[in-house]
């Protein structure tokens, strides 16, 4: 099989925009790894999040670095180009030994015809009954599905290709983790869907280790997750057969798993995904990164003083401009306009109430969403901030690296990976 880099079973995918929370970060992956629950920490953050802050992809090695140097971290940990594409991965190269390459703009536009022939021809296996262990009803799948299904994925899974052969030539295989992303897309991706996709990686010859796909119900950032839990637990269990079932029949690396992305804060499917994932033994990619930036928010709220000043001005300035700053978020927000505060509601808000309000505590009444979605897409607000925003980060360090590691591990790994 080709070489890879390889990721241990369950990981937690970090971004940090400002690139001030890494140790707070490592010490949830920390206190889990003590009770049993080793995480890998993956940094990550994508070409977008770098260009809003701007950040060049060797700051986050950096911090990675710097981290797992002070807490005297001996595991394996990693920086994950997130969401990269041809065009845009080349300064991730050599800072990165994660992947996460991105096709979901490449889906649903057709491959060549001939390519989409030969893809059938060579797989008669997928047509027919598919038995798969763990899944009640076998997959019936006909020879114009499977065609239907290549003409959506398969020149999304040719594009993959083509981004992984250029990281390979770049840093050689055995250095990095290969993640396909198909999340940023309108409809999720069905089992049967994920198998034939498999099969065309596989034909690729990616050693892929996650996957992203978009699963059923809504994803939105910073919030719990919204959908028919029944539902997503009947696909997230097919999902996990149906990989246990690519990693033999096709020979993709044992290490494969999902990736769930905009992963954080989704409370009602934890005990869900933990139960599904022992039952398989299957493990798992969890990637957060908006998450954290709230926490900052929290702690300087918290601090009160001058930190609770340039929170509520943070949120004063974007409240002028909500269109503005919703717009690119459209499909991972659901934010009630009605239920944001003016201005000077806020301005008049003590540390308790601005936390309140904020902090994902889904029992305190006072506890809104629509305020913390709000707060997760303006972050670009703070960068402007510039120095003032990173020296506030630095005096409260200590609050907000509380609520950092809190975040991640009591509300996080926790129910994902050790139960409450
Ligand atoms: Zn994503």
Do not use: E, M, P, W
């Given at each position: 099989m080709t070489k890879f880099l390889p990721l241990g079973k369950f990981s937690f995918g970090m971004g940090d925009?400002?690139?001030?929370q890494g140790k707070a970060q490592l010490q949830a992956c920390v206190k889990a790894t003590e009770l049993g629950a080793e995480v890998v920490p993956v940094w990550n953050k994508s070409n977008r999040e770098h260009a809003f802050i701007g950040t060049e992809p060797s700051s986050l090695r950096a911090e990675a670095d710097a981290a797992v140097k002070t807490l005297g971290w001996k595991k394996s940990y990693h920086v994950d180009a997130d969401h990269i594409r041809l065009e845009t991965v080349d300064r991730f190269i050599s800072p990165s030994d994660f992947f996460t390459i991105d096709v979901a703009d490449s889906i649903a536009k057709p491959a060549a015809a001939k390519d989409v022939k030969a893809f059938v021809e060579g797989h008669p296996e997928l047509i027919g009954k598919i038995s798969i262990p763990h899944i009640s009803h076998p997959f019936a799948i006909t020879r114009v599905e499977v065609e239907r299904v290549a003409n959506k994925f398969l020149l999304a899974v040719q594009d993959a290709g083509k981004i992984y052969r250029h990281i390979v030539k770049a840093?050689?295989?055995?250095?990095f983790i290969t993640e396909v992303s198909m999340d940023e897309t309108d409809s999720p991706q069905t089992p049967p869907e994920l198998l034939i996709i498999l099969a065309a990686l596989s034909d690729e010859k990616i050693p892929i280790q996650t996957i992203a796909p978009k699963f059923t119900g809504r994803f939105n950032k910073g919030v719990d997750y919204v959908g028919d839990v029944k539902q997503f637990e009947k696909e997230f269990n097919e999902d996990l057969a149906v990989i246990a079932f690519a990693i033999k029949k096709y020979g993709l690396p044992a290490s494969l798993k999902l990736s769930v992305h905009?992963?954080?804060?989704?409370?009602?499917?934890y005990e869900t995904m933990r139960k599904a994932l022992k039952k398989f033994k299957a493990g798992v990619h969890i990637k957060t990164a908006g998450t954290t930036w709230l926490e900052e928010l929290i702690g300087l709220a918290e601090a009160g003083g001058d930190g609770l000043e340039i929170a509520k001005e943070i949120y004063a300035y974007a409240i002028g401009h909500v269109d503005e700053f919703c717009a690119p978020y459209a499909s991972v927000i659901d934010i009630d306009k009605k239920k944001l505060p003016p201005a000077a509601t806020v301005n008049g808000w003590s540390s308790k109430q601005f936390v309140s309000a904020l902090r994902h505590d889904q029992k305190n009444p006072a506890f809104n969403p629509s305020f913390r979605q709000w707060l997760r897409v303006i972050v670009k607000v703070a960068a402007k901030k510039g120095k003032r925003y990173l020296n506030a980060l630095k005096k409260h360090e200590a609050v907000i690296a509380r609520n950092v590691t809190e975040n991640l591990f009591e509300r996080h790994m926790k129910p994902l990976l050790l139960g409450k």
């Open positions: 925009r400002f690139g001030h840093k050689g295989a055995a250095n905009s992963g954080s804060d989704k409370f009602s499917i």
